[in-house]
Every structure is written in structure tokens, then in C-alpha cells.
């Protein structure tokens, strides 16, 4: 059971290149959030999608768009990069059930991302 | 929407002292909190949660935390730490009108032999 899987692991970009990191679950959930983590600053969510078919913002969604393209997979695009979005980003799930206000999400392992 | 603040950017500790990990949270509604845990190069892992009924709560590897409405705080405690439990530690809290689960910026906790 692999649970919840991020490719790629590692990325450099130079500025204005675009990437779409990709995230996959198998444990059936409904809900899938991308997050980003800085130092100090803990995680911040940027999008998350409740259910297949719905996405909505977060805390800090400026410069990053999302696709739930099925129930499985929730994938997250930078379409030109810049050097603040350097970053280690996760992606989670949560279920079983709509929304997350009482189910602890599940995570990946990360993306560490850096953008020059 | 909700917010949360870790006291403790670092706890140094020695090996089977006891700790405590800080955690106040801000709402207006109702919350559900948790606290995580993360390794370094993994992902954040759930060590308990509170979402009703007993203050205190009881998590994996012996942590527990109590939830104090009055106070907002929902402090993490282990009576004896491991070596092993050096990590960073999150403490999140969601509430029950949104989505939106907000985390502190962690607390990392270093246990010295």
C-alpha cells in the first residue's frame, strides 16, 4: 500500500520555466490538498480539492494552478517559476468523507524544489 | 480562519527527560486539532488528535496532548523521551465551517544523549 506518492523528489528550474508536480493516492480519498513548506513558517496550504471535480484556494495560491484529474490524482503546476516559489511542497489526502475538518490528512514525501 | 502558534521554534532535551511542545490556536468555531510529526526527507506523520469528548488525548509512541478550551492550547507531552524522538513537530487545527487545516511553523525537537 503506497499510500500517497509525489514525483518527482528533486527539481531546479531556472526562472520562467514551467513544471507540473504530480501526486497520487490509493487509499480511496476524496479530498487532496498541496502544501508548501518554508522554514519557519510551517506548511501553508495552496489548493486543495475537496472532492474529484471541485478545487478551491488556500492560504497562498498566487502563481500555481491545479488539476484533480480523478479521484486518484491531484496534480500541481507552476506555469513560470520564480525564485520565491522555491520551496519543499507536499501533497496530502484525507478521507474517508468530504472535507477535512475531522480526518487527519496523509502525506508524501515531498518535493524540494529550487528555482534560480 | 483559524490560526495556530507553536511557543517553541526549539526544545533541546536530554534522553529520558520529560517535554512539552507549546501549542495556542485562534477561532472563532469550533475546532478539531492534531499533531504531527515529521523525519527528515519524509512527510508529516499524525501522532493524535482531538476532535470531541475527552480533553486528553493519547497518541503513537507514548505522546499525549490535552486540549484546554479556556486557554486555547493543546500542549504535547511525553513523560521520558528517546533518541529517537528527535523530529520536527506540528501542531494544525481545522474547524468545522471550512476545509482549510492551518499549521504552526513546528517546533523541532532535539533529545541529546
Known amino acids: 500500500n503506497a499510500g500517497v506518492t509525489q514525483t518527482p523528489k528533486f527539481q531546479v528550474l531556472k526562472t520562467g520555466q514551467s513544471m507540473t508536480l504530480q501526486c497520487a493516492q490509493d487509499m480511496n480519498h476524496n479530498s487532496m490538498y498541496w502544501y508548501r513548506q518554508d522554514p519557519g513558517m510551517g506548511l501553508r496550504l495552496i489548493y486543495y480539492s475537496a472532492s474529484e471535480g471541485t478545487t478551491d484556494k488556500g492560504e497562498v495560491p498566487n502563481g500555481y494552478n491545479v488539476s484533480r484529474l480523478n479521484k486518484r490524482e491531484f496534480s500541481l503546476r507552476l506555469e513560470s517559476a520564480a525564485p520565491s516559489q522555491t520551496s519543499v511542497y507536499f501533497c496530502?489526502?484525507?478521507?474517508?468523507?468530504?472535507?477535512?475538518?475531522?480526518?487527519?490528512?496523509?502525506f508524501g514525501n515531498g518535493t524540494r524544489l529550487t528555482v534560480t | 480562519a483559524q490560526s495556530v502558534t507553536q511557543l517553541d521554534s526549539q526544545v533541546p532535551v536530554f534522553e529520558e527527560a520529560p517535554v512539552e511542545l507549546r501549542c495556542n490556536y485562534s477561532s472563532s468555531v469550533s475546532v478539531y486539532l492534531f499533531w504531527y510529526v515529521q523525519y527528515p526527507n519524509q512527510g508529516l506523520q499524525l501522532l493524535l488528535k482531538?476532535?470531541?469528548?475527552?480533553?486528553l488525548v493519547k497518541g503513537i509512541n507514548g505522546f499525549e496532548a490535552e486540549f484546554n478550551k479556556s486557554q486555547t492550547s493543546f500542549h504535547l507531552r511525553k513523560p521520558s523521551v528517546h533518541i529517537s524522538d528527535t523530529a520536527e513537530y506540528f501542531c494544525?487545527?481545522?474547524?468545522?465551517?471550512?476545509?482549510?487545516?492551518?499549521f504552526g511553523a513546528g517546533t523541532r525537537l532535539t533529545v541529546k544523549p
Open positions: 496530502a489526502s484525507s478521507g474517508p468523507g468530504q472535507g477535512i475538518y475531522n480526518s487527519p490528512l496523509h
Open positions: 482531538y476532535l470531541s469528548g475527552s480533553t
Open positions: 494544525a487545527v481545522s474547524a468545522s465551517n471550512n476545509n482549510d487545516m492551518r
